[in-house]
C-alpha cells in the first residue's frame, strides 16, 4: 500500500462499517472498532496516513484509536523497512484477540462489580440489610464468582480444547447427565 491510497474493496467496506457499528453496541468508539476491523484484514502493517485514507476520518481520531487499541494490547506498532512512518497492525488470531479483550473487560468491568458485590455482601450480613437484599446481593456475587472462576479455567485451555468443548453442543449435557427438565 505504501505510496498510493488504498480504497476499501465493498467486502471490506461492509466488514469495517459493521464492526465499527457493533463497537457502539459494546461500548466502544465507532472508529476505534472501524480502525481494528482495517488493520485486521489489512495484509500487511498500515500507517496513519493509511488508515485515514480508508476510512475518511480526521488524523486525530485515527492517533486516538491506534493508542487506546495498543492499550488494550490488540495493536501493535511496527516498522516497515525504509519508511520513517510508524506502522500498525492487529493481532491476527481470533482467539488470542478475543482472550486479550475479554481480559481487559473482566479487568475494567467484572472485577471492579465483584468488589463491590463481595463489599455489599460483608456488609449486609452484619444486619444492615434486610433478608432479601442480603439474598439477592448473594446471588449475584455467587453468580459473579462462579464466573469468573469459570472463566479463569477456560483461560487457560488451549485452543484444540475449547473448540472441542464449544463443537460438543447438546453432546456436553448428556456427557454431564442433564435432561431437559434440568
Given at each position: 500500500m505504501g505510496g498510493?491510497?488504498?480504497t476499501l474493496e465493498a467486502i471490506e467496506e461492509r466488514f469495517v462499517l459493521h464492526w465499527g457499528e457493533m463497537g457502539t453496541r459494546?461500548?466502544?468508539?465507532?472508529?476505534?472498532?472501524?480502525?481494528h476491523a482495517l488493520l485486521y484484514l489489512a495484509p500487511k502493517p498500515?500507517?496513519?496516513e493509511e488508515i485515514v485514507a480508508a476510512l475518511g476520518v480526521a488524523r486525530s481520531n485515527v492517533s486516538t484509536s491506534l493508542k487506546e487499541l495498543q492499550g488494550w494490547g490488540i495493536v501493535r506498532l511496527v516498522h516497515v523497512k525504509g519508511d520513517k512512518r510508524d506502522h500498525f497492525e492487529?493481532?491476527?488470531?481470533?482467539?488470542?484477540?478475543?482472550?486479550?479483550v475479554l481480559d481487559e473487560r473482566k479487568k475494567r468491568e467484572i472485577d471492579p462489580t465483584l468488589a463491590v458485590l463481595r463489599e455489599c455482601v460483608a456488609e449486609a450480613e452484619k444486619g444492615k440489610a434486610d433478608t432479601h437484599t442480603v439474598e439477592?446481593?448473594?446471588s449475584m456475587r455467587d453468580f459473579f464468582e462462579t464466573t469468573t472462576t469459570w472463566y479463569g479455567q477456560m483461560r487457560q485451555w488451549p485452543v484444540q480444547g475449547l473448540?472441542?468443548?464449544?463443537?460438543?453442543?447438546?453432546?456436553a449435557k448428556r456427557v454431564l447427565g442433564l435432561t431437559e427438565a434440568d
Open positions: 498510493h491510497v488504498k459494546w461500548g466502544i468508539n465507532r472508529t476505534v472498532a472501524q480502525v498500515l500507517n496513519a492487529s493481532l491476527k488470531d481470533v482467539w488470542d484477540m478475543f482472550r486479550i439477592r446481593l448473594r473448540l472441542k468443548l464449544f463443537r460438543m453442543g447438546d453432546k
